[in-house]
């Protein structure tokens, strides 16, 4: 008995393998059966954690998200730089006519004015010459009489003298107030006729007077007129003072 048992042990183990790889080429057993490790050991112990891997591609893009609520708005900015100025526009059109203003009070044109001329030779010196020939004497602010020029109106006046010198020499002064204010002197070349003249912007006031005479000795002057020589003296307002207007 013992040989025939040994031998059919023996064609078994020779026979296992070839069944064994067929099996688990066809039904893999399960582990978890009571009979799956009868001849396996104890299970052992969990690995370690491995390395991490390596980091994948990029995704694609996602679809666009929905637009986000407004945010607050921020401090203002600082001031820029000016900008080069731009190009000049076209022409616009004109416009309408306006309204037609209220009429206005007429302004005043103040007038005083005097040309006046002499009639007599050599006049008396250190008075005033009296110069009897009127051009014009309108506003009658000259007084021929004493050959004064009274101021009535305050403002700034412009006079001038133009004389005929004949005879022997000439000194003349404006006056002003009992001041004189300008002087002339020529000296009488013989055998001929000569000229002199003066003038003078002046500030005067209400009652002022401004006049012309000889000044000196008798032997300077030779203020000469005649019928067709003139000596003459003039003046008028070239501008009232402001508070008179």
Partial sequence: M????????????????????????????????????????????????GLPGRDGKDGKDGLKGEKGEEGVQGPKGDQGEIGTPGHEGPRGFPGYPG?????????????????????????????????????YNEQKHY?????????????????AYHLTVYLSDVKVSLYKKDKA?????????????????GSVLLHLSAGDEVWLQVYGEGDNNGVYADNINDSTFMGFLLYPDPDEH
């Fill in 2 to 49: 013992r040989g025939l048992a040994g031998f059919l042990l023996c064609s078994l183990l020779l026979l296992a393998p070839r069944y064994t790889v067929v099996a688990v080429d066809d039904v893999q057993p399960d582990p978890k059966t009571p009979c799956a490790n009868w001849m396996g050991g104890a299970p052992g112990y969990p690995g370690h954690n």
């Fill in 99 to 135: 309204q037609k203003g209220e009429k206005g009070e007429g302004a005043f044109v103040h007038r005083s004015a005097f040309s006046v001329g002499l009639t007599e030779r050599a006049p008396h010196p250190n008075v005033p010459i009296r110069f009897t020939k009127i051009f």
């Fill in 143 to 159: 007084d021929a009489s004493t050959g004064k020029f009274f101021c009535n109106i305050p403002g700034t006046y412009y006079f």
């Fill in 181 to 197: 204010v300008v002087f002339t002197y020529d000296q009488f070349q013989k055998n001929n006729v000569d000229q002199a003249s």
